[in-house]
């Protein structure tokens, strides 16, 4: 069986596919509690210079991710411009894909466009997340924080839970900067085992081990992940910025601590494994009951969630149909040289 197919058949399994039709249901449901008219009239009243605001956040949260990515990859900073493209073309593959099955665009085009081993993509893609997990968390914390009096009793649980969650990233983070390489060598050993000595493939894992421990590396020291978390928070802070200003751009006038907090839980839901195409209802979901937790009105909440998540859209196809394109065909020079 050839790549395409196991990579077919990844993408076909029942689990997948019903995630995919309840995510069809949810969005059906979404669509017929959503005002049409109101919503077009928002998109309609777009203001020009706020949705350019948002536009050029869009690429300052792109850039934000190269420069972490070149980072966890430990590639000169060159690099950035050619990761620029990957990670744009990540972003198109993300909004158009279910539970953010498009990141593993970047662990193919890393390969493609920078010969990254697989290993080390998936590694530098995993630790990614674990510092946008702290990061989201202490922004949400820092922007929650000064509302707490005032946030209902649901909130103030997403609060605790945020709180409590991003300590055991943090911890997660600790034990692999402390103990990555004795890990690694765990995992060599008992692939080494008896009973795993004829595993099919052996030698291929134990390579991808040694790649996973190269990128693991990556992590370094404190300093090191100082500039991760400085990174990563340049991304989020960035990210909340466009969706703040995509808001504004609609007449729609929230704060910034608000639209933290709502775009936090719109964030959220994107992980999960019941998304359409295109990941729209879930993360109108989240979005809704995010801003309804912050005082907005639910039909306002439900029509910006759509009016946002088209708007982005809209910059995510512009440039990542672009950057699907120059780092495909600059793969397929750089195969031909």
Avoid at 112 to 130: D, E, F, H, N, T
Wanted: net charge positive.
């Amino acid at each position: 069986m050839n790549a395409s197919d196991r990579l077919r058949r990844r993408f076909l399994s029942w689990p997948n596919l019903i995630g995919f039709l309840v995510g069809l249901v949810l969005l059906g449901f979404l669509l017929s509690q959503l005002d049409l008219e109101a919503t077009v009239r928002l998109l309609a009243q777009t203001d020009g210079t706020w949705f350019l605001v948002g536009c050029l956040l869009y690429l300052a949260n792109n850039l934000a991710r190269s420069y972490r990515f070149v980072r966890l990859t430990r590639a000169p900073l060159h690099r950035i411009p050619t990761m620029l493209g990957v990670v744009l073309a990540m972003s198109l593959a993300n909004q158009v894909l279910p539970a953010r099955l498009g990141e593993l665009s970047y662990v193919y085009l890393a390969h493609k466009s920078q010969s990254l081993p697989v290993g080390q993509g998936l590694v530098s893609l995993l630790i990614a997340r674990l510092f946008d997990l702290v990061a989201i968390g202490l922004l949400f914390v820092l922007g929650a924080g000064p509302l707490l009096g005032q946030l209902p009793t649901p909130a103030l649980t997403y609060f605790w839970i945020a709180l409590v969650s991003m300590a055991l990233v943090v911890g997660v983070i600790g034990a692999l900067v402390v103990w990555r390489r004795a890990l690694c060598r765990l995992a060599l050993r008992l692939l080494a085992a008896r009973p795993l000595s004829r595993v099919p493939g052996q030698a291929r894992i134990a390579r991808l081990v040694g790649d996973v421990e190269v990128g693991l590396d990556a992590l370094g020291g404190p300093r090191q992940v100082v500039d991760l978390l400085s990174s990563s928070l340049a991304v989020w802070l960035s990210n909340f910025g466009m969706l703040y200003a995509l808001l504004l751009s609609l007449g729609v006038v929230v704060s910034p601590a608000q639209t933290l907090i709502g775009a936090t839980a719109a964030t959220l839901t994107t992980v999960l494994p019941i998304n359409s195409l295109g990941n729209f209802g879930t993360l109108e979901a989240g979005w809704t009951a995010g801003f309804v937790l912050v005082g907005m009105d639910v039909d306002l909440a439900l029509a910006t969630g759509f009016a946002v998540h088209l708007q982005a859209l809209v910059y995510a196809l512009v440039f990542g149909l672009a950057a699907w394109a120059w780092v495909l065909l600059r793969g397929s020079r750089s195969g031909a040289e």
